[in-house]
DNA sequence: AAAGTAATCTACTCATAGTAAGCTACTTGT
DNA sequence: ACAAGTAGCTTACTATGAGTAGATTACTTT
């Protein structure tokens, strides 16, 4: 189980390349994504993702402070993206109708395509650590914020407060079905759009 | 940060009360939902809980058999709560829109009137460990089928797969909102309710 | 080539999940 | 009443994994 490196016996060992802060970094994000998206976070240990960056434990911490740190990098970066391909889908429609089905697209579609950051951002309320927790809230905001004021365009007449309602309710939507299409693969992201557009369109038209 | 128990060389103690295996099996459940659902299932430790009871560490693994099992026998508890409560709330409504009224109105009030056990719920995927996540999508199946059932009776028209999704992402909805009205306690139950009718009622009626 | 610095390592500490092995109070058969 | 049995309980351990202190090595700069 335990893989010795031998650094300082070894004949043929490489000598371990040494890689600027940035490119690390990013190496390191690339391989702790996979592992925390797979075992878990919990299961997922610091000395196993340094071992598999080829790297030692101290690393991590340096650039990422605690396993708590590079966890919510992991999801920081999720999370962009998702906003990105999300706002990018909301770019060209010319009705409410179509903008709502844009975005359900866009967001099914990128939980087809990015399964691992898509793993993450699903169990984000794995960590339970207070810290952790309200950040992830902040960051979750800025969707419901996105999603609200996307909204208000097409409606106007409604309150802030029930927008920002429906704002929720969706997104809780969206994250329930994505969910849902892991048990049941035969459905497509358009069939699990059209699902949830007759669900919630006729309360938005 | 210690507190000493010092059963050996007291002069004041308690000789530590003998209770059956129900009846502790029900006080640790009760103290064990508390530290959960306040500190999160990490930061919980097995033996604060332990302490806590005034019960050394072992008779937790004696009755539940890990740190998981605790877990997940709150989590049954609480979810079978929710449950009963919503499904109570189904029994007397004469049209679809009633009935779909009075589940939601259940749930909101669940999670006021049961916050440590709603808190526990919410923060369900916290785990993350394959075996307590497969057992946790079972019981939330539950859930699933209890709303697709109602909904059918409804709409004899939809599809199964329809019926599914709705129920998917009418859950998904009501938990988001749940979460939504922790930051904003203005908010009442039947408001959320109201909120919620005045999106989904339409795609459902 | 000397000095400086950024990347890296080895070798720890400490907290906590989980366990082995035995002790003790209550119950039950005679 | 008392011996035997058992269910509840404890102390004292191991093992694993998060996090850290301090030294070291390879590039860069002057």
Redesign the pocket.
């Known amino acids: 189980m335990k893989v010795e490196?031998t650094?300082?016996s070894g004949t043929t060992d490489a000598?371990?390349?040494?890689?600027?802060?940035a490119e690390?970094e990013r190496q390191i994000l690339a391989v702790a994504e996979e592992v925390f998206a797979t075992r878990g976070y919990q299961a997922?240990?610091?000395?196993d993702i340094a071992d598999r960056v080829?790297?030692?434990?101290?690393?991590l911490?340096?650039y990422f402070?605690?396993?708590?740190g590079l966890l919510l990098a992991c999801l920081e970066r999720a999370k962009r993206e998702l906003l990105d391909s999300t706002a990018a889908a909301a770019g060209d429609a010319d009705n409410a109708e179509q903008l709502l089905h844009d975005c359900l697209l866009a967001f099914f579609r990128f939980s087809d395509e990015h399964k691992q950051a898509w793993a993450l951002l699903r169990n984000e309320s794995a960590v339970l650590s207070v810290p952790i927790n309200s950040e992830l809230e902040a960051i979750r905001g800025q969707q419901v914020e996105l999603t609200a004021e996307l909204m208000r365009t097409a409606r106007p007449d409604l309150s802030q407060q029930r927008l920002e309602a429906f704002a929720e309710a969706i997104i809780g939507a969206c994250e329930r079905m994505a969910m849902w299409r892991e048990r049941r693969p035969e459905i497509t992201s358009d069939q699990a759009t059209e699902h949830l557009m007759a669900l919630v369109a006729p309360g938005l038209t």
Chains 1, 2 share one sequence.
């Not at 402070?65 to 708590?68: A, F, R």
Request: aromatic share 4%; hydrophobic share 20%.
């Open positions: 490196r650094v300082t000598p371990r390349k040494r890689l600027s802060r690390r997922a240990s610091m000395d080829g790297l030692s434990k101290p690393m911490y340096e402070g605690s396993k708590d």
